[in-house]
């Protein structure tokens, strides 16, 4: 971003924002300081939506992709995707889901899914790009715990090697060990 550019629409109070996926802590405060009113975020400062939210700035996410940018991620099951079913756990961070596809079919799909079914009982690997090793039917099984966990867990998987609560239940059907998982993040928090 051309800093002069941004100084300029700050000083004539013109609304702008960065279009550019955002993934650091640094950057979004950057971003705040330069004035723009809406930050498109990604993993890893997805995973602190209470920061995005007290930057007063609006948030802007790709719920249908696992990783956002140059970088493939090893592992879609780490990344910055949304559960439909869970979207409203999201509605007091994110201002807006945009979706990346310039199919107008699909994007229409995606709406539908994401703002007004709220659900998607199939694979998640049809619905969101990279998530190709999570389970079938994983979405529906993903307890609510997990996605409470990944709203402000600061990607601690990428960090330490502790939690994997996103692989570890997408990776199951099994109930009990989901709930070790949840039992497992809520100790280590």
């Given amino acids: 971003m051309d800093m002069r550019l941004a100084a300029k629409a700050k000083e004539l ?3 702008f924002y960065y279009g550019v996926p955002t993934a650091t802590h640094y950057d979004v405060n950057t971003l705040v300081s330069i004035g723009v009113e809406q930050i498109l975020v990604t993993a890893p400062v997805f995973f602190d939506m209470p ?4 930057t007063e700035k609006k948030i802007r996410v790709i719920p249908n992709e696992a990783y956002l940018g140059d970088i493939p991620g090893r592992d879609g099951t780490y990344g910055s995707w949304i559960n439909p079913n869970h979207i ?5 961070y994110v201002y807006i889901c945009e979706f990346n596809t310039y199919d107008m079919i699909k994007e229409k799909g995606y709406y539908s899914v994401y703002a007004n079914l709220k659900s998607w009982g199939g694979p998640l690997k049809e619905l969101i790009t990279g998530m190709d090793d999570a389970e079938p039917g994983a979405a529906n099984l993903l ?6 966990a990944r709203i402000k867990c600061n990607q601690k998987c990428q960090k330490n090697g502790r939690c994997h609560i996103c692989p570890n239940a997408l990776h199951t059907y099994e109930r009990k060990r989901i709930e070790n998982y949840i039992n497992e993040i809520k100790t280590s928090s």
């Fill in 88 to 92: 409203h756990l999201y509605e007091e």
């Fill in 143 to 148: 307890p609510e715990e997990v996605t409470v």
């Fill in 13 to 15: 109070k013109c609304r």
């Fill in 51 to 54: 920061f995005l939210k007290n």
